[in-house]
């Protein structure tokens, strides 16, 4: 689980002599695209997610794909008033965003208007153009809160102020979901709230993790597939379909595809970086999360397009579509 913001830049493409030059707060490059050839980091990774979207429906035609922040893949040139990127528009549902008003630099505390009017300003575009804007703000005083739920619904984003960035609990406070309801929601443009629960560490057991999940009137859950490395059945996902009130809602799964995790069932013990060849450095904030060159076929096949892939173990279950993390891996290689 990784809670991230993207550090909003505005990327100049730089011309061939400087492809390789460092950005301000990005890891070490350690030469990453020599030999790669001129890519074009954003479209591998516009690529991925179409990939991902594109097999996931051949399997659940309504199946649902929302990507976490790189929201400048929205446009060819990373701006709001840049062109749409419509073949990538049209492959998602929603776009994700974090610390969109709370917690850029800090949990509980305003996010600069320097950096929040660009990711403002794509959410926007973002709604304009049929994605529905999830927003995760992360504070924990009452009128930050309130405030996060009514700077966000002024823009027509469903949103959660979580007060643990670990996303490790149901937060207290309001007791009751913003904009809940008992209606069915059956799709991501009916959902009025969501909740975005990654660690279940806290929960007494499994069991009552999942009784607490069943027991909330969210419209929306995005929770990860496992719990202490055994994935949900389709019995148990079945279960968070309703909402306490009686409502039918939507789980979305979590599935990070920009890094890799050495805590996942695919995570080979003799791995290192550079063996295989797509594996990168260890991202220094999250220990046990690789880098990894998200367009190799190899990293790819993981997660989707075989029994044993990620994806396809998600659609096994039975999820309504998958929250994607680290689409903005292509700052790193940039």
């Known amino acids: 689980m990784k809670a991230r913001h993207s550090g909003w830049l505005v990327l100049l493409l730089f011309a061939a002599a400087f492809s390789t030059v460092q950005l301000s707060g990005c890891p070490p490059c350690e030469g990453e695209g020599e030999g790669e050839g001129e890519r074009d980091y954003r479209e591998d990774m516009r690529d991925f997610v179409q990939g991902i979207?594109?097999?996931a429906r051949a399997a659940d035609a309504d199946f649902i794909v929302v990507p976490q922040n790189g929201e400048?893949?929205?446009?060819l040139n990373g701006t709001a008033a840049g062109q749409p990127h419509a073949a990538y528009i049209a492959?998602?549902?929603?776009?994700?965003?974090?610390?969109?008003?709370?917690?850029?630099?800090n949990d509980n505390?305003?996010?600069p208007a320097a950096e929040r009017n660009p990711m403002l300003a794509m959410l926007d575009l973002a709604e304009n153009h049929g994605v529905e804007a999830l927003v995760t703000?992360?504070?924990?005083?009452?009128?930050?809160v309130d405030n996060s739920y009514a700077w966000n619904a002024s823009h027509g984003f469903i949103s959660l102020a979580a007060n643990h960035r670990d996303l490790d609990n149901i937060?207290?406070?309001?007791?009751?979901?913003?904009?809940?309801?008992?209606?069915?929601?059956?799709?991501?443009a009916e959902a009025r709230n969501f909740l975005y629960v990654l660690d279940p560490g806290g929960f007494a057991s499994r069991a009552?993790?999942?009784?607490a999940l069943a027991n909330t009137n969210y419209d929306l859950l995005i929770?990860?597939?496992?719990?202490?490395?055994?994935?949900?059945?389709?019995?148990?996902?079945?279960?968070?379909?309703?909402?306490?009130?009686?409502g039918t809602r939507l789980v979305l799964c979590y599935m990070s595809i920009g890094e890799a995790e050495s805590y996942r069932y695919y995570w080979r013990s003799a791995w290192r970086p550079g063996d295989p060849a797509w594996l990168r450095t260890q991202n220094p904030d999250w220990p046990g999360n690789y880098k990894v060159r998200y367009w190799d076929p190899e990293w790819q096949s993981i997660i989707y397009g075989g029994p044993d892939a990620y994806l396809d173990r998600i659609l096994a279950v039975g999820f309504d579509g998958v929250y994607l993390d680290i689409i903005d891996a292509y700052e790193y290689f940039e």
Do not use: M, W
């Open 53 to 55: 979207a594109a097999y």
């Open 72 to 75: 400048p893949l929205l446009t």
């Open 91 to 105: 492959a998602i549902d929603g776009q994700g965003r974090e610390d969109l008003f709370y917690g850029f630099d």
């Open 109 to 111: 505390v305003a996010t």
């Open 137 to 144: 703000d992360y504070c924990s005083t009452q009128s930050y």
């Open 171 to 188: 937060p207290p406070y309001p007791a009751v979901p913003y904009n809940v309801h008992a209606g069915d929601v059956t799709t991501l």
């Open 208 to 211: 009552a993790y999942l009784a």
């Open 223 to 246: 929770i990860d597939l496992f719990h202490d490395e055994a994935a949900l059945t389709p019995q148990e996902l079945a279960q968070l379909k309703t909402k306490s009130n009686g």
